[in-house]
């Protein structure tokens, strides 16, 4: 029996080295079909062809949003000066002004682009290092394999819930059969009364009589909604054994079971066979809401 696979789940997955420490975050939620978003630093794009790559293997549905968090160690993104650009400024700096300069003046002098080069130089150097490359992609491997775990843990339970919610209709359905037994005699006692308050009851010929209830039965007859209800649960419980992906079919599936439920109320000439009817509805709500949410 294969699993059910949710579409909604998170995993993060970090991890320790001596150019400093980073972090794999993955998310997911529900989508029409696959759409995989990869935000990394600068200098790690080549990761993105790689993880989209990955995620399409494992997912077929689901708006999954990765990302890579990166902090350099003290030594790897402390910051470096160009001490040739600052001597040059220093010197440049006295010769203007004659005399020696002060400490909050080369303080300011330090703020000058290219004098102190800090982060995304250092990030970008980190990047080109295939060691750090292939162990950020297996990290990345590792989180996409810790999502897929947690929208399985999520497929169990929809599959639970599913079970539990066509184990429902298969109950209100066993009443809407025992109740639809009751149509004919009903339809005729209601045709009758008609007649009566007519006055036309003494009118009317027997056959015409005849006739005309077997048509209006056959009109009522639910016989047939009832049976393709009882032939969409097996298709329903086969495909909850089936496994993922199959959420698209299940939604399909509930589309027509709603189809055939209205039809049974449409056509109830009783209370207590309508009330069945709308309780079908309500679950078959439940079960649609639950499906949406299947991969």
């Known amino acids: ?25 993955a998310k997911s939620v529900n989508g029409r079909g696959l759409d995989v978003r990869v935000n990394t630093p600068p200098g790690f794009d080549a990761l993105e062809r ?61 703020t000058v682009k290219g004098v102190v080069e800090i982060g995304s130089t250092n990030i970008r150097d980190v990047a080109v290092n295939s060691d750090v490359m292939a162990e950020l992609e297996s990290a990345a491997g590792a ?24 184990d429902e209709l298969v109950s209100a359905t066993d009443t809407a059969i025992s109740l639809a037994g009751d149509q004919p005699a009903l339809l005729k006692a209601r045709l ?38 009882l032939a969409h649960f097996d ?9 993922s992906p199959v959420g698209r079919k299940l939604d399909f599936l509930a589309q027509e079971l709603n189809r055939e439920a209205n039809t049974l109320c449409s056509k109830s000439v009783s209370l207590d066979l309508t009330n069945a009817g709308l309780s079908l509805k309500g679950t078959i709500d439940q079960f649609k809401e639950q499906a949406a949410n299947v991969e």
């Open 1 to 25: 029996m294969k699993n059910l696979s949710g579409m909604t789940g998170f995993a993060r997955v970090t991890g320790e080295a001596e150019w400093g420490a980073w972090a794999w975050e």
């Open 50 to 110: 790689v993880i989209k790559a990955a995620a399409s293997k494992r997912f077929n549905r689901g708006s999954l949003q990765v990302s890579l968090r990166i902090e350099l160690s003290e030594q790897a993104g402390g910051a470096t000066i160009d001490q040739a650009l600052l001597d040059t400024l220093l010197a440049a700096a006295e010769q203007a002004h004659g005399v020696g300069i002060s400490s909050e003046a080369i303080a300011t002098l330090m």
């Open 143 to 166: 989180a996409l394999a810790e999502l897929d775990e947690a929208r399985q843990a999520e497929g169990r339970a929809l599959k639970a819930m599913l079970s539990d919610l066509v």
């Open 192 to 229: 009758t009364k008609q007649l009566e308050e007519l006055g036309a009851d003494q009118q009317v010929e027997p056959e015409r009589l005849a006739a005309e209830l077997a048509l209006t039965a056959a009109k009522a007859d639910v016989r047939e909604e009832l049976d393709r209800l």
């Open 235 to 243: 298709s329903a419980r086969k495909l909850l054994s089936g496994g």
